[in-house]
């Protein structure tokens, strides 16, 4: 399936906001995952993506392997039936879609905004700055989330995060479209801090391919 940048950005996610809970457990939650977060330099994962919307016949699933390293990097790919790569290698933010032969390009500056949660897991965001937050609900393990960019954003729509009580890490981020579609990305078998080989992060344009550059993101 085809992922869109925006979508995509959200997804990665890391954060938080709404609901009458008591204000010592949000100011925990946000504690421990900004502290998680600024101690970590690389990230390693696995992923299962399921989009939802009025217009599809059923759910699209997915699932691939993300890593991040800040500041600035990251690498989405997914697996077949539809494969996908998505790399942000410091500069230009790079999506190929093998089955169409083309790849978009975008200047990671424009990818990357303090406006979206994938800033804070690249190292450049911090949550109470960037984002209005509020504690959904408290389960048993984990901690639900919902972020609110602080700048007004119509395109960006509402985050939640699943963040474990164990660690902090993020088991899952549901974002929900203005137009009603909504796309979960649920994390497993996430490393921390673990060496990343450096050509992770970097992209070529395969021969044959047409390269897109769209005029805004």
């Known amino acids: 399936m085809i992922i869109m940048p925006r979508r995509l950005l959200l997804a990665c996610a890391v954060l938080v906001a709404a609901a009458p809970v008591r204000a010592d457990v949000l100011r925990d939650a946000l504690d421990r995952l900004q502290r998680r977060y600024d101690d970590t330099r690389t990230l390693q994962a696995d992923f299962k993506q399921v989009v939802e919307s009025k217009t599809l016949a059923g759910k699209l699933q997915a699932k691939g392997k993300v890593a991040f390293e800040k500041p600035n990097r990251m690498r ?11 790399v942000g290698d410091g500069t230009v933010l790079w999506i190929y879609q093998p089955d169409l032969k083309q790849v978009i390009k975008a200047p990671l500056t424009t990818a990357f905004q303090s406006s979206t949660p994938v800033s804070f897991l690249a190292g450049l965001g911090r949550i109470e700055r960037d984002f209005d937050v509020s504690l959904v ?5 984990v901690w639900v989330l919902k972020l609110v960019p602080k700048e007004n954003d119509q395109g960006v729509g509402t985050l939640e995060l699943g963040v474990r009580k164990k660690d902090a890490s993020v088991a899952q981020a549901r974002i929900v479209d203005a137009a009603g579609t909504a796309t979960t990305i649920m994390f497993s078998g996430e490393k921390r801090n673990g060496t990343v080989k450096p050509e992770l ?11 897109v550059n769209p005029p805004t993101y």
């Not at 989405?76 to 998505?86: F, G």
């Not at 609900?137 to 393990?141: H, I, L, S, T, V």
């Not at 992060?201 to 390269?211: I, N, R, Y």
């Open 76 to 86: 989405w790919d997914y697996d077949p039936p539809d494969p996908q790569t998505i």
């Open 137 to 141: 609900r408290e389960e048993k393990d």
């Open 201 to 211: 992060f970097t992209f070529a344009p395969p021969a044959g391919v047409d390269v």
